[in-house]
């Protein structure tokens, strides 16, 4: 009976060690990429209200320093109601990245953006994005190398009026970046699959299917004696 218990906190524990082997983000196809921690699902599209056309029904009249304003810019009402309006895979409550206090600063990493600047792409505070060009890419939890699109090193609104994460700096601002045209990135709350557990990976499931082997074997010996 000893072994068996044994036998049983074994696989318990090796399941239970593997299962917390995984990335923070998963590839869910279709454009969607889900953070497992904060339990969000961004648009692998970072500027998606650009490459969708949005924006140039806007009709925007101003310049940025004489020159058109990009595809994918615009004021943060006009991003708060994309976002709340915008259809996407079958969901329709996208949002604008949750903000975090305090609000102004480099390396905060309770913001949404803020943590998958530093947290999930590894960028770091500096003042030169010369020096250290963004990293939009990551390993996801099928050890799969993926990119986000049109990530660009420019600033992001987030929920909060006034409030905006620099992914050229690192710094989120609390008003240095309002009065200005924006980038705008959705998020939703949530997983888009039936299920946010991840699958096992294969040397999980082995481990397991060892552990039930051994413990067949146990009782096999027991009822022959």
Do not use: C, H
């Amino acid at each position: 009976m000893n072994r068996i218990r044994i036998a049983v906190l074994v696989m318990v524990a090796l399941f239970a060690f593997s299962s917390v082997s995984f990335a923070t983000l998963w590839d869910r196809g279709n454009g969607l990429i889900y953070d497992d921690v904060l339990d969000i699902t961004w648009l692998q599209d970072a500027n998606y209200a650009g490459t969708s056309g949005y924006t140039a029904s806007l009709n925007y009249q101003e310049t940025i320093s004489g020159d058109p304003i990009p595809a994918g810019r615009m004021s943060q009402s006009d991003a708060m109601t994309w976002a709340a309006n915008l259809s996407y895979a079958g969901f329709d409550d996208w949002r604008l990245p949750t903000t975090a206090y305090p609000g102004y600063g480099f390396n905060i990493t309770t913001s949404e953006l803020g943590y998958m600047y530093y947290v999930n792409l590894g960028n770091v505070a500096d003042n030169s994005v010369t020096n250290n060009p963004l990293n939009v890419f990551f390993t996801d939890g099928n050890d799969n190398l993926v990119s986000f699109i049109n990530l660009q090193p420019i600033v992001y609104f987030m929920d909060v009026e006034n409030s905006a994460f620099s992914f050229d700096y690192g710094l989120q601002s609390n008003g240095a970046f309002s009065n200005a045209y924006q980038g705008a990135w959705a998020v939703r709350s949530g997983d888009v699959v039936s299920s946010n557990a991840p699958v096992p990976e294969p040397g999980t499931m082995i481990l397991f299917g060892i552990g039930l082997a051994g413990l067949g074997a146990t009782k096999f010996r027991r009822k022959k004696k």
